[in-house]
């Protein structure tokens, strides 16, 4: 179960219009997640996990920085440019563009 408060939604005009905030219980590093993996009875060692983690970020963000989007089943990740061009025939220009990370969680979180 996820815990949350509400609170009154101050950005609209009705009178009886909460919002929710989510109480996080507590956060866990990657660290703590290789421990979790690991006290689950897996003939994997710590090293193994984090020698297979260490090699899918670095592919994952070499993809990305690539022009590709990679799809997890975690989360999608891949890259947008920011800012206005000023002809079908403009050129990104890092004064008025910005190329910017895309994160959107995945399915499994959406259902």
């Known amino acids: 179960m996820i815990d949350f408060g509400l609170h009154k939604n101050k950005l609209t005009n009705g009178k009886e219009q909460y919002r929710a905030t989510v109480l996080t219980k507590e956060t866990y590093t990657l660290n703590d997640v290789i421990d979790r993996m690991v006290e689950q009875n897996t003939t994997l060692t710590r090293q193994d996990i984090?020698?297979?983690?260490?090699?899918?970020?670095?592919?994952?963000?070499?993809?990305?920085?690539?022009?590709?989007?990679?799809?997890?089943?975690?989360?999608?990740?891949?890259?947008?440019?920011?800012?206005?061009?000023?002809?079908?025939?403009?050129?990104f220009d890092r004064k008025r563009h910005k190329v910017k990370a895309r994160v959107n969680a995945s399915k499994v979180f959406k259902d």
């Open 50 to 91: 984090m020698a297979v983690l260490d090699l899918f970020f670095y592919t994952v963000m070499m993809l990305v920085l690539e022009g590709n989007s990679v799809l997890t089943p975690l989360v999608n990740l891949g890259v947008s440019i920011a800012g206005n061009f000023r002809s079908a025939d403009d050129t």
